[in-house]
């Protein structure tokens, strides 16, 4: 079975397949590059039904071979995400900002009351 939508989380090519060594025991692998993802039938079929498939195929990879993959993740919550700008997911980024922009206005009408 071919998983043509999910991109290989070594290599990133898309080329994953699953094979199914026996009655519960699935595993993932790769047609462009030696991956191998190894888990239960319980395992794939509760991933392999969820609507973020290749975020949970990315992070089994991780949990398996950890150190393998740099920093996919947000340096501020944590959460593994595809969009990352300077190493921090948008959500993080427009509350950073928001901070910022809180601290300017306070920093601004300090200034404005002391001139005052
Ligand atoms: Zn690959
Ligand atoms: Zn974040």
Redesign the pocket.
């Known amino acids: 079975m071919v998983i043509s939508e999910v991109p290989c989380p070594k290599c990133g090519k898309t080329g994953l397949y699953v094979e199914t060594p026996s009655d519960n025991e699935v595993w993932v692998k790769c047609h462009e590059c030696d991956l191998f993802i190894g888990m239960s039938d319980e395992d794939w079929h509760r991933i392999h039904n969820s609507p973020n498939l290749h975020e949970k195929i990315a992070k089994l990879y991780r949990t398996e071979y950890p150190g393998s993959v740099s920093g996919r993740s947000?340096?501020?919550?944590?959460?593994e995400?595809d969009d990352l700008i300077f190493g921090?997911?948008?959500?993080?980024?427009y509350k950073f900002l928001i901070v910022i922009l809180v601290i300017m206005v306070i920093g601004s009408y300090a200034i404005w009351m002391a001139v005052l």
């Open positions: 947000c340096r501020a919550c944590k959460s995400k921090i997911c948008k959500s993080c980024l």
